[in-house]
């Protein structure tokens, strides 16, 4: 008997894709893989499928070309496994980390127009995923304007109840980092209201713990209505 995989602290997306995803099977070498959030490559550092297209809205991090993930120009069920990393940062934090989850000062967005934007786009990913597929999903619950937001529960009913996934596990990232004070790029205490510009203090503790969430697109799948 080899080795038995069990849980484990998964220092980046790397490591996690070689050594947690692929030796199960829900990723091989054979498999069309679609990345249309690949940034910097994180999740293919170590290892990558032989054929895949890996595309982002700036040109210098697609280098299969530009793609909108809202929008893609794929025709329906062509990839076998579809990874979607989005800006699932809901509100700023300093630079350099801004730039990585698309949480720009000059893209100013309220917390629930990126929420909005990162469950629409599972649409589109669900959409070109072929049945029996698998769909990846970057996500972190996180405390937005001084209450908690139960971002993974929301990719799940997303995926669950108003696509018509089924859930095949979850794997955990842990971090260690102390909560700094913000540098006025995060939305004010108003939910609806712009960013202050002020500076606020922590009031909760600070959720280091984030997931990657795997999808089933079930045979003779239907959009549910």
Not at 35 to 49: E, M, N, S
Request: charged residues 25%; aromatic residues 10%.
């Amino acid at each position: 008997m080899g080795e038995i995989l069990a849980a484990d602290v998964w220092p980046n997306n790397g490591v996690l894709i070689r050594d947690g995803v692929k030796p199960l099977g829900f990723i091989n070498n054979g498999d069309l893989t679609l990345d249309a959030t690949h940034g910097l490559g994180t999740f293919w550092k170590l290892w990558r499928p032989t054929f895949m297209k890996r595309h982002d809205i700036v040109a210098a991090k697609a280098p299969d070309g530009v793609m909108d993930y809202h929008n893609l120009t794929y025709d329906d069920g062509t990839f076998d496994v579809v990874v979607f990393d989005p800006d699932y940062k809901y509100t700023g934090t300093p630079p350099p980390e801004d730039e990585r989850y698309g949480v720009l000062a000059s893209v100013p967005k309220r917390w629930q127009e990126r929420r909005d934007d990162l469950l629409n786009g599972m649409v589109e990913q669900t959409r070109v995923l072929a049945e029996g597929g698998i769909l990846m999903v970057k996500c972190q619950s996180q405390n937005v304007c001084s209450h908690f937001e139960p971002q993974e529960y929301e990719v799940w009913e997303q995926g669950v109840r108003k696509l018509g996934l089924k859930i095949v596990t979850r794997y955990y990232f842990l971090g260690s980092r102390s909560q700094s004070f913000t540098d006025g790029r995060v939305e004010s205490d108003d939910p609806e209201g712009p960013p202050t510009g002020k500076p606020r203090k922590q009031r909760n503790p600070r959720n280091n713990l984030s997931c990657l969430m795997l999808f089933r697109k079930p045979k003779r799948w239907k959009m549910p209505t």
